[in-house]
């Protein structure tokens, strides 16, 4: 977690340290890099058009956990889900002012870059009214609940409701219906293992405290399945996925993608099904020993698999937007990167949510050999 609370910092901001370094050095040698209006994200591949609604939701009961005198705990959540027919508004990726505090270090790309992102959804659309699985998303720590939008608009094109939390003040920028906008409070923090702990720990009471009121009898409620609910966690919020789980047992199946845990060693068993998915670089049995010491206290259904040629942010949108906005990136295509993401992490919640066979996650798979399974199959339940 720790490893992964230093990186967040810069990858959230489009790169990791050494990226933005060698951003600069090209800049340098080869003079301001050209960029383009906007930047574009993957079309989703399932069968239904997808809206998206923005839910501003307080929590009374609790004070910011990072900002007491904030007052009560806000949340601004992103809700995908699909519809009858698209709408006609398109729906917005990040505001102005949130565009302008992520590519902050990065004087040659256009303040309002992100802002005019293409995205798939629109905001006028109408819902399917039938009931449906539905997954809770977790952003890393200080990105944007955004830049999860690739995942989320293909899981809502194939039928699920997928809503993506924004951890106020964990977050480069978030802007509430009022027009403010905060930034990352919590990344003034030392980053300890303590640290991790309590970013988990706050991030759990958070998620649950949404499944609460989307699970209301009234307004979305009406549309959730509360037999097939979900956790989706990237970095940060890959640690507090399997917590989640453990807290609250209305989430069934949970996926870590690229997240230390923290602790390093869990206390007891770890419910499962469980789909851990990283970096090849760090996430090995040889790697993060976080993941080797989870790893035998799953209990039940699990997978543990590793992409080649990704860095963490790989695993987000901004495998696409980098380089569209002329930063480096790693070996592997931005765009197989999200492909690999949204298949396997779809085929997870199909299996384990809608019961579905999926034999992708029982092997390795010769259209993916980016993808390694750990450890060695013969030896997987």
């Not at 239904?48 to 959540?77: E, N």
Request: charged content about 20%; some cysteine.
């Amino acid at each position: 977690m720790k490893r992964h609370l230093i990186v967040a910092l810069g990858v959230a901001l489009l790169a990791t340290p050494t990226v933005q370094a060698q951003a600069q050095a090209e800049t340098a040698r080869t003079g301001p890099l050209q960029t383009t209006a906007g930047t574009s994200l993957p079309a989703p591949t399932g069968k239904y058009p997808v809206g998206l609604a923005s839910l501003h939701l307080v929590d009374t009961d609790r004070p910011d956990p990072w900002v007491p005198q904030d007052g009560p705990r806000q949340l601004m959540v992103s809700l995908w889900y699909p519809a009858m027919k698209a709408g006609t508004r398109a729906a917005p990726y990040v505001t102005p002012q949130e565009s302008a505090l992520i590519v902050k270090p990065y004087p040659n790309v256009p303040a309002d870059t992100l802002a005019k992102t293409r995205t798939y959804a629109t905001v006028d659309a109408k819902p399917l009214t039938r009931s449906l699985p539905l997954v809770l998303v977790s952003p890393g720590f200080s990105f944007p609940r955004a830049t999860m939008t690739s995942l989320a608009e293909d899981l809502a094109s194939k039928g699920y409701l997928v809503a993506a939390v924004e951890h106020t003040y964990e977050s480069a920028a978030t802007t509430f219906p009022d027009g403010r906008t905060t930034t990352c409070a919590a990344c003034a923090g030392a980053n300890t293992e303590e640290r991790g702990a309590a970013i988990a720990k706050s991030r759990v009471i958070d998620l649950s405290f949404v499944l609460d009121r989307l699970t209301a009898k009234s307004g979305w409620g009406r549309l959730v399945d509360r037999s097939r609910i979900g956790v989706v966690g990237f970095s940060a919020g890959g640690n507090a996925a399997p917590q989640l789980m453990a807290a609250d047992k209305r989430v069934r199946a949970g996926v870590n993608l690229d997240g230390s845990y923290n602790p390093k060693q869990p206390t007891g068993t770890v419910r499962g099904p469980l789909l851990m998915m990283g970096t090849k670089e760090n996430h090995t049995p040889a790697g993060d020993v976080s993941w080797v010491n989870w790893w035998p206290k799953v209990n039940g259904w699990k997978r543990w698999l590793s992409v080649a040629d990704t860095d963490h942010a790989s695993f987000t949108d901004y495998a696409v937007i980098r380089p569209q906005v002329g930063l480096p990136a790693p070996a592997l295509d931005g765009e197989r990167a999200v492909s690999i993401t949204r298949t396997y992490v779809g085929a997870f919640l199909d299996r384990h949510l809608r019961q579905q066979r999926e034999p992708l996650l029982d092997k390795p798979s010769k259209d993916f050999p980016e993808v390694t399974f750990w450890p060695e199959p013969a030896s997987r339940r």
